[in-house]
């Protein structure tokens, strides 16, 4: 599949690696846009919030508690981040392959663009 997170997965194009099991990774954002901006992905491709299933609630419940555990080793936990998923065009997804956005060190505004 021609997809360029199963690619990093792979190990098939270069990532820093923050974290990683047999079902997540996490990785530093190629293109940060808060002094801290990772990803945390599952290994298995599904191409967007649209395409999940009650099959994949174990799978994707590890997101968040990978997003919040390597916040706190990134020293943002205590003083807040964000996290987002983009979907579809107009939600901003840019890779179809689902992703978990993790920002902070800066203080994030509401509403998002
Ligand atoms: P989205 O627009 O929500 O689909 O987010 C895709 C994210 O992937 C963007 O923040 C990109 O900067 C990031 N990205 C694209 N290519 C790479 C890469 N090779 N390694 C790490 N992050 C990437
Ligand atoms: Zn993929």
Redesign the pocket.
Known sequence: ?D?L??KLVQGDIPATILYQDDDVIAFEDIAPQAPTHFLVIPKR?ISTLNDVSDDDAALLGKLPIVAARVAKEKGIAEDGFRVTMNCNEMGGQTVY?IHMHVLGGRAMTWPPG
């Open positions: 599949m997809c997170f199963c491709h392959h």
